[in-house]
């Protein structure tokens, strides 16, 4: 059964950085594009970040030239790099990924509990 546990959240001024992890079980991790969504309050999960098992990468369009995706195969973990934050970025962070390798990816997988990011101006 997969696992995805989420860390690295906090609380960070405007303009600050964080880098959040996201440590997965199971073997999906090696065959399938990874996400990083997010969740603001009374906001839908929109997808933030999506990176392929090749390494392809897509942003939203809101977090671009801000944010940076990243896997490492060998630790079964992926990253975001978050730079240039603003109180518009607060929200909790999810990973997720699919029962098969789908492009961009579309979080099927049961949610984990998420790192909450709060960004004050």
């Known amino acids: 059964q997969v696992q995805l546990v989420e860390s690295g959240g906090g609380l960070v001024q405007a303009g600050g950085s964080l880098t959040l992890s996201c440590a997965v079980s199971g073997n999906i991790f090696r065959l399938n594009a990874m996400g990083w969504y997010r969740q603001a309050p009374g906001k839908q999960r929109e997808l933030v970040a999506g990176?392929?098992?090749?390494?392809?990468?897509n942003y939203a369009e809101s977090v671009k030239g801000r944010f940076t995706i990243s896997r490492d195969n060998a630790k079964n973990t992926v990253y975001l790099q978050m730079n240039s934050l603003k109180p518009e970025d607060t929200a909790i962070y999810y990973c997720?990924?699919?029962?098969?390798?789908?492009?961009?990816?579309?979080?099927?997988?049961?949610w984990g509990q998420g790192t909450q990011v709060t960004v004050s101006s």
């Open positions: 997720n990924s699919d029962y098969s390798d789908t492009w961009p990816p579309k979080g099927q997988l049961p």
């Open positions: 990176i392929s098992r090749g390494g392809r990468t």
